[in-house]
C-alpha cells in the first residue's frame, strides 16, 4: 500500500524559512516524480512543485519560484520542500503528491501558519 | 497557461439521483492531460479518473469521465451518500499543473 506521510508544517513568521518533508513507502520512490499541492484555507487547490525520479529536474509554480525548493532523497524515500521568504499568500496545507501527470496517490498534508 | 472553469459550483442532489459535472478548459487540451479528484471533508483529495475517461484503482463504475476538446464531464450515475463532496478538474500543462475552482456536490 502506497503511504505518503508529510512533516514539517509550522507557525512560522513573515519572512521566515521552513523545510517539509514527505517519507514515502509502498512503491519503488526512485522510479517516479513526485509533486507538491497545496491548499489554502477554505481553498482551492494549487501545484507548487514537481521534481522527476531522479531529481535532477525540478519544476515550479511562479508564485514559490526562486523562494522555494524541491530536493528529494532516494536512498531514504523521502521527499523535501525547502520554503524561504516565507509570506501571507503561502498559508496552506501542504499536500505530497506521487505522479507527475496526475496525483495517484496524495498524502494526508501538513498544515503551513504564517502570522506574526 | 490554461484556465479551468468547473460548472456548477455547487449543486445540490438526493442520493440516488445523477450528477454532471462540467470543466472547461481555456483552449484545446490533450484529454490523455485531464485528471478528475474527489475531496471530502478534512481529507486529501483522491483520484478519481485519468486521462479524461480511465477510473483509477478501486473507483465504482457509477463514476465515469468523458469529453475532449476543452469539454470534459465527470458522470456519478447514482448518487450514494458518500459522495456528496468537492469535485476538482486537473490538467498537466507539462510540467506545471492547473485544477479547476472545484464543484460542490451537497445533499438536497
Known amino acids: 500500500e502506497v503511504q505518503l506521510l508529510e512533516s514539517g508544517g509550522d507557525l512560522v513568521q513573515p519572512g521566515g524559512s521552513l523545510r517539509l518533508s514527505c517519507a514515502a513507502s509502498?512503491?519503488?520512490?526512485?522510479?517516479?516524480?513526485m509533486t507538491w499541492v497545496r491548499q489554502p484555507p477554505g481553498k482551492g487547490l494549487e501545484w507548487v512543485s514537481t521534481i522527476n525520479n531522479r531529481g535532477d529536474e525540478t519544476y515550479y509554480a511562479d508564485s514559490v519560484k526562486g523562494r522555494f525548493t524541491v530536493s528529494r532523497d532516494n536512498s531514504k524515500n523521502t521527499l523535501y520542500l525547502q520554503m524561504n521568504s516565507l509570506t501571507v499568500e503561502d498559508p496552506a496545507v501542504y499536500y505530497c503528491?506521487?505522479?507527475?501527470?496526475?496525483?495517484?496517490?496524495w498524502g494526508q498534508g501538513t498544515l503551513v501558519t504564517v502570522s506574526s | 497557461e490554461i484556465v479551468l472553469t468547473q460548472s456548477p459550483g455547487t449543486v445540490s442532489l438526493s442520493p440516488g439521483e445523477r450528477a454532471t459535472l462540467s470543466c472547461r478548459a481555456s483552449?484545446?487540451?490533450?484529454?490523455?492531460?485531464l485528471a478528475w479528484y474527489q475531496q471530502k471533508p478534512g481529507q486529501a483529495p483522491g483520484l478519481l479518473i485519468y486521462s479524461a475517461s480511465s477510473r483509477a484503482t478501486g473507483i465504482p463504475d457509477r463514476f465515469s469521465g468523458s469529453g475532449s476538446g476543452t469539454d470534459f464531464t465527470l458522470t456519478i450515475t447514482r448518487l450514494e451518500p458518500e459522495d456528496f463532496a468537492v469535485y476538482y478538474c486537473?490538467?498537466?500543462?507539462?510540467?506545471?499543473?492547473?485544477f479547476g475552482q472545484g464543484t460542490k456536490v451537497e445533499i438536497k
Open positions: 503528491v506521487k505522479g507527475a501527470l496526475s496525483g495517484d496517490n
Open positions: 509502498g512503491f519503488t520512490f526512485s522510479n517516479y516524480a
Open positions: 486537473q490538467h498537466y500543462g507539462s510540467p506545471s499543473w492547473t
Open positions: 483552449q484545446s487540451v490533450t484529454r490523455y492531460n
